[in-house]
Nanobody, 120 residues
Framework: QVHVVESGGGLVQPGGSLRLSCAAS????????MGWYRQAPGKERELVAD???????NYGDSVKGRFTISRDNAMTRVFLQMNSLESEDTAVYYC??????????????WGQGTQVTVSS
Protein backbone atom coordinates (compact mmCIF):
# COMPACT_ATOMS: atom_id res chain seq x y z
CA GLN A 1 0.00 0.00 0.00
CA VAL A 2 1.18 3.50 -0.81
CA HIS A 3 0.17 6.44 1.37
CA VAL A 4 -0.11 9.72 -0.52
CA VAL A 5 -0.26 13.17 1.09
CA GLU A 6 -0.57 16.52 -0.66
CA SER A 7 0.22 19.96 0.71
CA GLY A 8 0.54 23.54 -0.46
CA GLY A 9 -2.93 24.50 -1.58
CA GLY A 10 -4.60 27.74 -0.65
CA LEU A 11 -6.07 31.01 -1.82
CA VAL A 12 -4.16 33.09 -4.35
CA GLN A 13 -4.98 36.08 -6.51
CA PRO A 14 -5.16 35.81 -10.31
CA GLY A 15 -1.68 36.01 -11.77
CA GLY A 16 -0.13 34.64 -8.60
CA SER A 17 1.81 31.45 -7.92
CA LEU A 18 1.53 28.39 -5.71
CA ARG A 19 3.68 25.32 -5.22
CA LEU A 20 2.08 22.00 -4.41
CA SER A 21 3.95 19.10 -2.87
CA CYS A 22 3.10 15.43 -2.69
CA ALA A 23 4.83 12.77 -0.63
CA ALA A 24 4.48 9.03 -1.06
CA SER A 25 5.29 6.60 1.74
CA UNK A 26 4.79 2.94 2.55
CA UNK A 27 5.41 0.46 -0.26
CA UNK A 28 7.35 2.85 -2.45
CA UNK A 29 9.45 0.34 -4.36
CA UNK A 30 8.18 0.14 -7.90
CA UNK A 31 6.77 3.66 -8.15
CA UNK A 32 7.24 4.56 -11.79
CA UNK A 33 5.14 7.67 -12.22
CA MET A 34 3.61 10.44 -10.14
CA GLY A 35 1.36 13.26 -11.16
CA TRP A 36 -1.36 15.75 -10.46
CA TYR A 37 -5.00 15.75 -11.43
CA ARG A 38 -7.65 18.31 -10.59
CA GLN A 39 -11.39 18.41 -10.29
CA ALA A 40 -13.47 21.56 -10.33
CA PRO A 41 -17.10 21.63 -9.14
CA GLY A 42 -19.37 20.04 -11.72
CA LYS A 43 -16.49 18.88 -13.88
CA GLU A 44 -14.65 15.63 -14.40
CA ARG A 45 -11.24 14.99 -12.94
CA GLU A 46 -8.56 15.94 -15.45
CA LEU A 47 -4.84 15.49 -15.84
CA VAL A 48 -2.74 18.48 -14.89
CA ALA A 49 0.72 16.96 -15.25
CA ASP A 50 2.62 13.79 -14.62
CA UNK A 51 6.24 12.67 -14.60
CA UNK A 52 7.87 9.28 -14.97
CA UNK A 53 10.82 7.84 -13.11
CA UNK A 54 12.83 8.58 -16.22
CA UNK A 55 11.84 12.24 -16.09
CA UNK A 56 9.40 12.28 -18.98
CA UNK A 57 6.70 14.88 -18.38
CA ASN A 58 3.21 15.31 -19.73
CA TYR A 59 0.95 18.35 -19.27
CA GLY A 60 -2.69 19.11 -19.80
CA ASP A 61 -3.23 21.63 -22.58
CA SER A 62 -4.68 24.27 -20.30
CA VAL A 63 -1.59 24.46 -18.08
CA LYS A 64 1.23 24.17 -20.60
CA GLY A 65 3.69 27.00 -20.22
CA ARG A 66 2.35 27.97 -16.78
CA PHE A 67 2.82 24.90 -14.61
CA THR A 68 5.97 22.83 -14.06
CA ILE A 69 6.12 19.38 -12.53
CA SER A 70 9.26 18.02 -10.90
CA ARG A 71 10.24 15.12 -8.66
CA ASP A 72 12.96 14.09 -6.27
CA ASN A 73 15.55 11.50 -7.27
CA ALA A 74 14.04 8.88 -5.00
CA MET A 75 10.68 9.17 -6.77
CA THR A 76 8.87 9.66 -3.48
CA ARG A 77 8.04 13.34 -3.81
CA VAL A 78 6.53 15.31 -6.65
CA PHE A 79 6.03 19.04 -6.92
CA LEU A 80 3.83 21.28 -9.02
CA GLN A 81 4.90 24.87 -9.51
CA MET A 82 1.90 26.85 -10.68
CA ASN A 83 2.46 30.31 -12.13
CA SER A 84 0.15 32.83 -13.79
CA LEU A 85 -2.81 31.28 -12.04
CA GLU A 86 -6.27 31.93 -13.42
CA SER A 87 -9.71 31.59 -11.90
CA GLU A 88 -10.22 28.54 -14.12
CA ASP A 89 -7.45 26.80 -12.18
CA THR A 90 -9.65 26.73 -9.09
CA ALA A 91 -10.13 23.08 -8.17
CA VAL A 92 -9.21 20.33 -5.78
CA TYR A 93 -5.80 19.03 -6.81
CA TYR A 94 -5.07 15.34 -6.30
CA CYS A 95 -1.73 13.61 -6.32
CA UNK A 96 -1.59 10.34 -8.21
CA UNK A 97 0.98 7.60 -7.80
CA UNK A 98 1.46 4.66 -10.15
CA UNK A 99 3.37 1.66 -8.89
CA UNK A 100 4.17 -1.54 -10.70
CA UNK A 101 5.55 -4.76 -9.26
CA UNK A 102 5.77 -8.23 -10.77
CA UNK A 103 3.80 -9.69 -7.89
CA UNK A 104 0.99 -7.16 -7.63
CA UNK A 105 0.88 -5.62 -11.08
CA UNK A 106 -0.15 -2.00 -11.51
CA UNK A 107 -1.42 -0.11 -8.51
CA UNK A 108 -2.83 3.43 -8.61
CA UNK A 109 -2.99 5.48 -5.45
CA TRP A 110 -4.57 8.85 -4.71
CA GLY A 111 -4.16 11.48 -2.06
CA GLN A 112 -7.03 13.20 -0.29
CA GLY A 113 -6.65 16.35 -2.37
CA THR A 114 -5.74 19.94 -1.65
CA GLN A 115 -7.92 22.91 -2.50
CA VAL A 116 -6.56 25.63 -4.78
CA THR A 117 -8.69 28.75 -5.09
CA VAL A 118 -7.78 31.56 -7.46
CA SER A 119 -9.78 34.65 -6.66
CA SER A 120 -9.38 38.36 -6.08
Amino acid sequence: QVHVVESGGGLVQPGGSLRLSCAASGSILGINAMGWYRQAPGKERELVADITRGGVTNYGDSVKGRFTISRDNAMTRVFLQMNSLESEDTAVYYCNVKRYTMSAGLGIYWGQGTQVTVSS
